[in-house]
Protein backbone atom coordinates (compact mmCIF):
# COMPACT_ATOMS: atom_id res chain seq x y z
CA UNK A 1 0.00 0.00 0.00
CA UNK A 2 1.13 3.69 -0.49
CA UNK A 3 3.91 4.66 2.25
CA UNK A 4 4.60 1.17 2.34
CA UNK A 5 8.71 -0.12 2.42
CA UNK A 6 10.12 -2.90 0.89
CA UNK A 7 10.40 -4.49 4.43
CA UNK A 8 6.43 -4.07 5.29
CA UNK A 9 5.77 -5.65 1.67
CA UNK A 10 8.25 -8.64 2.76
CA UNK A 11 6.34 -8.86 6.26
CA UNK A 12 3.18 -8.98 4.85
CA UNK A 13 3.86 -11.71 2.04
CA UNK A 14 5.42 -13.73 5.03
CA UNK A 15 2.26 -13.39 7.36
CA UNK A 16 -0.22 -13.78 4.42
CA UNK A 17 1.62 -17.86 3.37
CA UNK A 18 1.88 -17.90 7.16
CA UNK A 19 -2.12 -17.64 7.64
CA UNK A 20 -2.64 -19.76 4.53
CA UNK A 21 -0.75 -22.34 6.02
CA UNK A 22 -2.66 -22.83 8.59
CA UNK A 23 -1.29 -19.96 11.67
CA UNK A 24 -4.48 -18.20 12.34
CA UNK A 25 -2.57 -15.37 14.93
CA UNK A 26 -0.69 -14.31 11.50
CA UNK A 27 -4.19 -13.35 10.39
CA UNK A 28 -3.86 -11.06 13.28
CA UNK A 29 -0.55 -9.69 12.12
CA UNK A 30 -1.43 -8.92 8.68
CA UNK A 31 -4.52 -6.54 10.30
CA UNK A 32 -2.10 -4.99 12.73
CA UNK A 33 0.56 -4.83 9.54
CA UNK A 34 -1.79 -3.10 6.90
CA UNK A 35 -4.41 -1.51 9.05
CA UNK A 36 -3.00 2.19 9.74
CA UNK A 37 -2.15 2.39 6.31
CA UNK A 38 -5.77 0.74 5.29
CA UNK A 39 -7.36 3.66 7.77
CA UNK A 40 -5.04 6.59 5.68
CA UNK A 41 -6.44 5.54 2.60
CA UNK A 42 -10.11 5.75 3.75
CA UNK A 43 -9.53 9.14 5.45
CA UNK A 44 -7.81 10.09 2.19
CA UNK A 45 -10.98 9.16 0.16
CA UNK A 46 -13.31 10.50 2.16
CA UNK A 47 -11.63 13.92 3.08
CA UNK A 48 -13.17 15.90 -0.14
CA UNK A 49 -16.32 14.58 0.56
CA UNK A 50 -18.22 17.00 2.16
CA UNK A 51 -21.56 18.35 1.98
CA UNK A 52 -25.34 16.99 2.44
CA UNK A 53 -24.77 13.97 -0.30
CA UNK A 54 -21.28 12.70 0.56
CA UNK A 55 -20.63 9.14 2.37
CA UNK A 56 -21.92 8.93 5.43
CA UNK A 57 -18.73 6.95 6.69
CA UNK A 58 -16.17 8.18 8.49
CA UNK A 59 -12.31 6.40 7.83
CA UNK A 60 -12.44 4.00 10.36
CA UNK A 61 -15.93 2.98 9.56
CA UNK A 62 -14.76 2.26 6.19
CA UNK A 63 -11.49 0.58 7.18
CA UNK A 64 -13.59 -1.57 9.72
CA UNK A 65 -15.79 -2.32 7.58
CA UNK A 66 -13.14 -3.25 4.72
CA UNK A 67 -11.31 -5.60 7.13
CA UNK A 68 -14.35 -7.25 8.58
CA UNK A 69 -15.51 -8.11 4.74
CA UNK A 70 -11.86 -9.03 3.78
CA UNK A 71 -11.75 -11.48 6.80
CA UNK A 72 -15.25 -12.82 6.30
CA UNK A 73 -14.51 -14.23 3.08
CA UNK A 74 -13.22 -16.96 2.62
CA UNK A 75 -10.54 -16.25 0.54
CA UNK A 76 -7.10 -17.56 0.51
CA UNK A 77 -4.67 -15.30 -0.62
CA UNK A 78 -1.92 -16.24 -2.40
CA UNK A 79 -0.16 -13.24 -2.23
CA UNK A 80 0.65 -9.61 -1.39
CA UNK A 81 -0.91 -8.82 -5.02
CA UNK A 82 -4.12 -10.67 -4.32
CA UNK A 83 -5.07 -9.55 -1.21
CA UNK A 84 -4.32 -6.00 -2.65
CA UNK A 85 -6.90 -6.95 -5.33
CA UNK A 86 -9.27 -8.30 -2.96
CA UNK A 87 -8.90 -5.08 -0.71
CA UNK A 88 -9.53 -2.64 -3.64
CA UNK A 89 -12.50 -4.75 -4.85
CA UNK A 90 -13.98 -5.10 -1.13
CA UNK A 91 -13.34 -0.67 -0.75
CA UNK A 92 -15.02 -0.74 -4.03
CA UNK A 93 -17.94 -2.50 -3.37
CA UNK A 94 -18.34 -0.65 -0.16
CA UNK A 95 -18.31 2.92 -1.88
CA UNK A 96 -20.99 1.52 -4.23
CA UNK A 97 -23.13 0.53 -1.59
CA UNK A 98 -23.04 3.49 0.54
CA UNK A 99 -23.82 5.48 -2.45
CA UNK A 100 -26.49 3.12 -3.70
CA UNK A 101 -28.15 3.52 0.02
CA UNK A 102 -28.20 7.44 0.12
CA UNK A 103 -29.26 7.22 -3.50
CA UNK A 104 -32.55 5.12 -2.21
CA UNK A 105 -35.77 6.96 -2.43
CA UNK A 106 -36.20 6.20 1.49
CA UNK A 107 -32.64 8.08 2.38
CA UNK A 108 -33.47 11.04 0.35
CA UNK A 109 -30.46 10.81 -2.47
CA UNK A 110 -27.73 13.07 -2.84
CA UNK A 111 -23.82 12.41 -4.73
CA UNK A 112 -21.05 10.77 -3.57
CA UNK A 113 -17.98 11.95 -5.16
CA UNK A 114 -16.41 8.99 -6.33
CA UNK A 115 -12.87 10.00 -8.97
CA UNK A 116 -11.38 8.06 -11.58
CA UNK A 117 -8.26 9.96 -10.51
CA UNK A 118 -6.98 11.64 -6.77
CA UNK A 119 -6.18 14.58 -8.97
CA UNK A 120 -8.96 15.31 -10.20
CA UNK A 121 -11.82 15.30 -7.63
CA UNK A 122 -14.61 15.60 -9.87
CA UNK A 123 -17.93 13.93 -8.28
CA UNK A 124 -20.13 11.81 -9.73
CA UNK A 125 -24.21 11.74 -9.48
CA UNK A 126 -25.39 9.17 -7.75
CA UNK A 127 -27.09 7.38 -10.89
CA UNK A 128 -23.09 7.39 -12.47
CA UNK A 129 -21.97 5.02 -9.55
CA UNK A 130 -23.39 2.03 -10.92
CA UNK A 131 -22.04 2.92 -14.48
CA UNK A 132 -18.41 3.30 -13.10
CA UNK A 133 -18.69 0.22 -11.29
CA UNK A 134 -20.22 -1.64 -14.16
CA UNK A 135 -17.42 -0.36 -16.93
CA UNK A 136 -14.42 -1.45 -13.69
CA UNK A 137 -16.06 -4.81 -14.44
CA UNK A 138 -15.74 -4.46 -18.23
CA UNK A 139 -12.33 -2.92 -18.17
CA UNK A 140 -11.82 -6.82 -15.72
CA UNK A 141 -13.31 -8.59 -17.99
CA UNK A 142 -11.21 -6.92 -21.45
CA UNK A 143 -7.83 -6.93 -19.29
CA UNK A 144 -7.77 -7.78 -15.59
CA UNK A 145 -4.29 -6.58 -15.24
CA UNK A 146 -5.42 -2.77 -16.24
CA UNK A 147 -7.82 -3.12 -13.80
CA UNK A 148 -5.83 -4.24 -11.07
CA UNK A 149 -3.63 -1.14 -11.83
CA UNK A 150 -6.82 1.12 -11.92
CA UNK A 151 -8.13 -0.21 -8.67
CA UNK A 152 -4.40 -0.44 -7.07
CA UNK A 153 -3.72 2.94 -7.81
CA UNK A 154 -7.39 4.96 -6.99
CA UNK A 155 -8.56 2.39 -4.26
CA UNK A 156 -5.80 1.57 -2.55
CA UNK A 157 -3.07 4.69 -3.54
CA UNK A 158 -0.50 2.77 -4.06
CA UNK A 159 2.43 3.94 -6.07
CA UNK A 160 3.18 3.04 -9.33
CA UNK A 161 6.25 1.46 -8.31
CA UNK A 162 4.59 -0.65 -6.04
CA UNK A 163 1.74 -1.29 -8.29
CA UNK A 164 4.82 -2.29 -10.78
CA UNK A 165 6.54 -4.28 -7.82
CA UNK A 166 2.95 -6.07 -6.75
CA UNK A 167 1.88 -7.10 -10.60
CA UNK A 168 5.75 -8.29 -11.57
CA UNK A 169 5.94 -5.70 -14.30
CA UNK A 170 7.96 -2.49 -15.30
CA UNK A 171 6.85 0.92 -14.23
CA UNK A 172 6.51 1.84 -17.68
CA UNK A 173 3.98 -0.59 -17.64
CA UNK A 174 2.13 0.64 -15.81
CA UNK A 175 1.91 3.58 -16.74
CA UNK A 176 0.82 2.96 -19.87
CA UNK A 177 -1.85 0.35 -18.43
CA UNK A 178 -3.10 3.38 -16.21
CA UNK A 179 -3.73 5.86 -19.61
CA UNK A 180 -5.14 3.44 -21.95
CA UNK A 181 -7.54 2.69 -18.79
CA UNK A 182 -8.13 6.32 -17.67
CA UNK A 183 -9.32 7.15 -21.52
CA UNK A 184 -10.86 3.44 -21.61
CA UNK A 185 -12.94 3.84 -18.94
CA UNK A 186 -13.72 8.20 -19.33
CA UNK A 187 -14.73 6.27 -23.07
CA UNK A 188 -17.03 4.03 -21.80
CA UNK A 189 -18.32 6.22 -19.06
CA UNK A 190 -19.76 9.30 -21.80
CA UNK A 191 -20.96 6.73 -24.21
Known amino acids: MAG???GDRAQVTRLLSAWRAGDEAARDRVVEAVYAQVRHLAARHL???VGAGAVSLQPTELANE?????LDSDCTWTDRRHFYNAAALAMRRI???AARARSSAKRGGGQLHLTLSA?????????AVDQLDGALDALRHLDPRKADVVEMSYLLGLGREAIASALAVSVATVDRDLRFARAWLQQRLVA
Open 4 to 6: EDP
Open 95 to 97: LVD
Open 66 to 70: LFIRL
Open 119 to 127: AEQQPLPEA
Open 47 to 49: RGQ
